[in-house]
């Protein structure tokens, strides 16, 4: 990956077009078509190919981050989200609005099986350190699943919690320790943390309105947390479980999904209803830029990125 330019892809859901920022420059290099409402750009597991998911377009665009030439899109049901377990067996396709996890073959993408879910808005998801569950959040029912993913039949739901009214949770990411899952709720306006194991809320963080996205620092010490109903970014101490500082926004916005850059400087978010893109200063929290892209955009990624393979999203690496 070292060869790779560095590059911001930004998915424009109500658009259909994928804008790719040279963070070098803060300028547009690229802008191309994909299918209806692309919602996320994933990183393949073995870090070789960039997907485009479009949800409505049922389609994953392959773009090659080596050359920046994107593919024919391949036909996939609803993929509004894709993961890849950390064993590299599955590809998880999150079909939200068909209420299912279809697991896949990581590199050709064909269905091995699905698992139909009973909650409303299956969206976002992390992994257990040990890889044998997933956490995932269900936003319009307010509710958790817990996955076992080498059960005796394959995948299987082992465990449903429904959170304190009001709920929506959002973005799911493990603790760099694998200690505390955190799940970003927007109605809520906070962050709850998780015990995996037992299954069971330990806390809540309150951080801003909206809260959406969840970054981890590249030094592993912060967890960002965006607030997307107020234009802020808190910042979340991971080892006091505690928020420490909050930026807000120069100018407002509506700071959504992104990552880190591979040096750990920026942090890179969509601003979702308002068109644009932001970088912020992990240092300082002050708005570096505000890049203008297309309508609605959602899932950036910023890659390469340091990591050994891809556990999807739109940049969660191990």
């Not at 949800?55 to 890849?84: E, Q, R, W």
């Not at 500082?245 to 978010?269: E, F």
């Not at 929290?285 to 899932?299: D, F, M, Q, S, T």
């Not at 990624?301 to 969660?316: I, K, N």
Request: glycine content about 10%; hydrophobic content about 40%; aromatic content about 8%.
């Amino acid at each position: 990956m070292a060869a790779f330019p560095s590059r911001i892809y930004v998915p424009n859901s109500a658009s259909n077009t994928v804008d790719v920022i040279d963070p070098a420059t803060n300028a547009i290099v690229d802008h191309f078509d994909v299918g209806a409402e692309p919602q996320h750009v994933v990183p393949s597991y073995d870090l070789k190919t960039l997907y485009v998911a479009s949800d409505l377009g049922n389609s994953l665009t392959p773009i090659d981050p080596a050359t920046g030439a994107h593919g024919a899109p391949i036909h996939v049901d609803d993929p509004y989200n894709l993961y890849f377990t950390p064993d590299g067996r599955y590809a998880v396709v999150v079909a939200e609005r068909l209420a299912r996890l279809d697991f896949r073959d990581p590199h050709t993408l064909a269905l091995v099986t699905s698992l139909p879910v009973a909650c409303s808005g299956i969206d976002h998801m992390d992994f257990s350190a040990d890889g044998t569950y997933l956490v995932a959040s269900c936003e319009f029912s307010g509710e958790m699943l817990k996955v076992a993913l080498d059960g005796p039949n394959g995948p299987a739901v082992v465990g449903a919690l429904r959170l304190a009214a009001p709920a929506k949770p959002q973005d799911v990411k493990l603790s760099p320790d694998g200690s505390v899952f955190y799940i970003a709720d927007m109605d809520a306006n906070g962050v709850w943390e998780l015990d995996g194991a037992q299954f069971s809320v330990i806390g809540f963080l309150p951080t801003g309105l909206g809260a959406h996205g969840l970054y981890v620092s590249r030094d592993s010490k912060d967890l960002y947390v965006s607030n997307r109903g107020e234009g802020s970014v808190s910042v979340v101490d991971l080892a006091a479980r505690a928020v420490r500082v909050k930026w807000q926004i120069a100018g407002g916005g509506s700071p959504d999904m992104g990552g880190v850059s591979a040096d750990g400087t920026v942090l890179w978010l969509s601003g979702r209803s308002n068109s644009e893109v932001y970088a912020i200063d992990t240092a300082t929290g002050e708005l570096r830029a505000r890049i203008p892209v297309g309508e609605g955009p959602h899932g950036l990624c910023v890659y390469p990125q340091p990591g050994r393979f891809s556990l999807g999203h739109t940049g969660v690496f191990r």
